[in-house]
């Protein structure tokens, strides 16, 4: 059972690349979010799903897109980023108790 | 939206030494979770406590939601319980934000041997 996974662990990009931060659950949970957090910040939400075909904005959405086609992916996109978007990002999923979380990605965008 | 409060933001200790992290929230709450994030940056699951209590081994968990806080009590601390603590909350609004979790700043502990 791998819970949560996340890929890639590490990123360096150049400002106005794209990429694609991966999580994959395997916990059958409908509700994922993803997260971000930056030095004396906390974590705060992006963007989430309660179900395939069905995303919405968190807190900090700005430059980020996302979709959820199947109940066990959602990927979170970065379509030009840029330097404020360096930081380390957490992907969850939630059923109806506790959450679980990845291991995490650090993207740095210099 | 819900505030979340964490104190104390940092924590020092010596080896054996016991603590109790408090969280406090601004209002009713259907999920309170309290994680260890790891020197690795990993997020730990320690507890899922919207009320009562809990332990698991040398650390347990109290949540009075009435009242709107949670205290996690660490004892016998050990070098490895280093790291950050996070309490994290979802609000009882309903709907969609049944998943929504809210983070306090965290408690950043430090155990030296």
């Known amino acids: 059972n791998a819970g949560v996974t996340q890929t890639p662990k590490f990123q360096v990009l150049k400002t106005g690349q794209s990429m694609t931060l991966q999580c994959a659950q395997d916990m059958n949970h409908e509700y994922m979010s993803w997260y971000r957090q930056d030095p004396g910040m906390g974590l705060r939400l992006i963007h989430y799903s309660v179900g395939a075909g069905i995303t919405d904005q968190g807190e900090v959405p700005n430059g980020y897109n996302v979709s959820r086609s199947t109940t066990e992916d959602f990927p979170l996109r970065l379509l030009s980023a840029a330097p404020s978007q360096t930081s380390v990002y957490f992907c969850?999923?939630?059923?109806?108790?506790?959450?679980?979380f990845g291991q995490g990605t650090r993207l740095t965008v210099v | 939206g819900i505030q979340v409060e964490q104190s104390p933001p940092d924590l020092i200790l010596q080896e054996g030494a016991n603590s109790t992290l408090r969280c406090n929230f601004s209002?009713?709450?259907?999920?309170l979770q309290w994680f260890h994030q790891n020197p690795w940056g990993q997020l730990i699951n320690l507890f899922y406590i919207p009320s009562g209590t809990k332990q698991n081994g040398r650390l347990s968990a109290t949540t009075v939601a009435t009242e709107r806080y949670s205290l996690l009590y660490i004892s016998s601390s050990q070098t490895t319980d280093s790291g950050v603590y996070f309490c994290a909350v979802v609000s009882r609004a309903g709907g969609t934000s049944y998943g929504k979790l809210t983070f306090g700043q965290g408690t950043i502990l430090t155990v030296h041997p």
């Open positions: 209002d009713s709450v259907n999920n």
């Open positions: 969850a999923s939630k059923g109806l108790t506790e959450a679980f």
